[in-house]
């Protein structure tokens, strides 16, 4: 301690500053027990500079973050690390159960949580809260949307570089693509009835196709629709003339996935053929219409993908935009890295398909997966959501043997349709309703909607725990006995 504080004396602050760049948690509290100018040191660049090193992607807790300060957003993040590592979280249904079955999507930013059902669009809003000692940032039920042409809506996702982040595009299954802007809600309405506003589909984007727009997916200015026949379309959004080109890959497709961000920006698509994963180049100017990746799974015959995914900035395998991440009908959830050299030998055709680099396996389950998403705990921590009995399994990346699956709150014998994960936040929905599980400090009866107990939701299977606040969940770890 003596030879530390005495180095502090004689360090001049930037040189502890440069130390402080590669110093754990654990070390930086060390130092910042060492003297009252060093712990001043820690505080005004120790934390921030940790976090700088260790990302922790979220939306709806980035407008908090902002007014928090570095040691409690550090705080924060090392308590939900933790609560990820043990399996530890509060769960919470977002709503009632809706009274039919419904395919929904959900979409989310900074600001909005959207649930697109059938021909409606629920908003939930996210707080920001000035201080942690307020609790965590809430999601609140604030009201909904209807097509007045009743069409359902069977894809959405949000024009990124929309500040407001009041504007989407979604797909119907009449095969239309508009964009939507969703006005805000007029403060003098009702406080007790639900808040609803009826909008018309304008703005069509892009091409337009007969069959149902199965995925749609945004990166910077350009947007990726994908219907369920196979025709792929590529809009500039930014362009008066949005629709780039489309291109056909005849047979029945279920998932894509835009990223600009790459060297070579891509497209990834989830089908039904015997190359049920296929990377596509965007050039400049088009969609190349022929494959230059091909990702196989590791079984002998393929299946069908119906989610794919890329991985969080500070993941363990680092934050490459190389990195794929892919749900199958034969319930694998797959890892590529288009970087690696790991070929399928034997195959005729070219490019020769590449083989994954990890492959995740609930042994007690061969359903489906039907979504995926990474993030969570250390950024670790890969999502699916499987075809049946609301089951969506965990695995940490750094520990793959030892998953663990959990069904959301009410227990519907319904798969989990869509699922986003956050650093310490996964929000899903299934057939009934959308959920949230929250690893987070400081999650109150108030910071997600109250739902008052009815008989419906006990004949929902929906308990609440002693707590107050978090609900009854069954939980199973992979490796049981
Ligand atoms: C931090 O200090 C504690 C108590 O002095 C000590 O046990 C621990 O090993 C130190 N940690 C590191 C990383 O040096
Ligand atoms: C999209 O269109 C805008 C405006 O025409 C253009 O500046 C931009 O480069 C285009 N983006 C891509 C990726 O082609
Ligand atoms: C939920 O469903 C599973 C499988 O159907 C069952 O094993 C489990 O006990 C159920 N949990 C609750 C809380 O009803």
């Not at 009826?198 to 990726?224: A, F, K, Q, Y």
Request: proline share 6%; glycine share 6%.
């Amino acid at each position: 301690m003596v030879t530390v504080e005495a180095a502090g004396l004689i360090l001049p602050s930037d040189v502890l500053i440069i130390v402080m760049e590669n110093l754990s948690i654990e070390d930086l509290i060390n130092l910042s027990y060492t003297c009252k100018f060093v712990n001043l040191l820690v505080h005004e660049f120790g934390w921030s500079l940790y976090l700088k090193h260790n990302v922790r992607s979220s939306f709806t807790l980035q407008l908090a973050r902002r007014s928090w300060s570095s040691f409690d957003q550090v705080r924060y993040d090392v308590a939900s690390d933790r609560s990820w590592t043990r399996a530890k979280f509060n769960a919470r249904p977002l709503s009632h159960s809706w009274r039919i079955k419904l395919q929904p999507i959900i979409a989310l930013s900074a600001s909005v949580l959207l649930v697109a059902a059938g021909y409606t669009i629920y908003v939930y809003h996210i707080t920001d809260s000035s201080s942690l000692d307020d609790g965590a940032p809430r999601v609140l039920y604030e009201g909904s949307y209807s097509f007045t042409d009743r069409r359902e809506i069977t894809s959405i996702t949000f024009i990124p570089h929309d500040h407001s982040e009041r504007t989407v595009a979604v797909g119907f299954d009449d095969g239309h693509i508009h964009r939507v802007f969703l006005p805000h809600f007029r403060q003098e309405q009702s406080n007790n009835k639900p808040l609803a506003l009826n909008i018309e589909r304008d703005s069509p984007l892009g091409l337009r196709i007969v069959d149902l727009v199965e995925s749609l997916t945004c990166s910077d200015d350009m947007l990726l629709s994908l219907s369920s026949f196979g025709t792929a379309g590529l809009c500039n959004l930014s362009s008066d003339s949005p629709l780039v080109n489309a291109i056909n890959l005849d047979c029945r497709s279920w998932s894509s996935f835009i990223c600009m961000k790459s060297s070579t920006p891509f497209t990834a698509f989830g089908t039904t053929s015997p190359n049920p994963l296929v990377v596509h180049a965007v050039t400049p100017f088009s969609l190349s219409s022929t494959p230059f990746a091909i990702l196989h799974s590791t079984r002998e015959r393929s299946t069908a993908v119906y989610g794919i995914t890329d991985a969080p900035p500070s993941a363990p395998w680092g934050s490459s935009k190389q990195v794929i991440v892919s749900g199958w009908y034969d319930g694998a959830v797959q890892v590529h890295d288009m970087r690696s050299g790991w070929r399928d030998t034997g195959v005729t055709g070219t490019p020769a398909p590449l083989r994954p680099m990890l492959t995740f396996r609930d042994p007690w389950s061969d359903e489906p997966i039907y979504s995926v998403s990474c993030g969570g705990g250390s950024s670790s921590f890969v999502a699916a959501g499987t075809a049946r009995h609301s089951v969506v399994a965990f695995w940490d990346v750094r520990r793959p043997t030892e998953g663990w699956s959990v069904h959301a709150p009410g227990n519907d014998t319904s798969p989990v349709y869509s699922l986003i994960l956050e650093s310490s936040r996964v929000f899903g929905v299934t057939q009934s309703r959308p959920f949230v599980l929250d690893f987070g400090p400081g999650v109150t009866k108030e910071t997600y909607p109250f739902l008052p107990a009815s008989t419906q939701s006990q004949h929902d299977s929906l308990k609440l725990k002693k707590n107050g606040f978090g609900y009854c969940v069954t939980q199973y770890n992979h490796g049981r006995v």
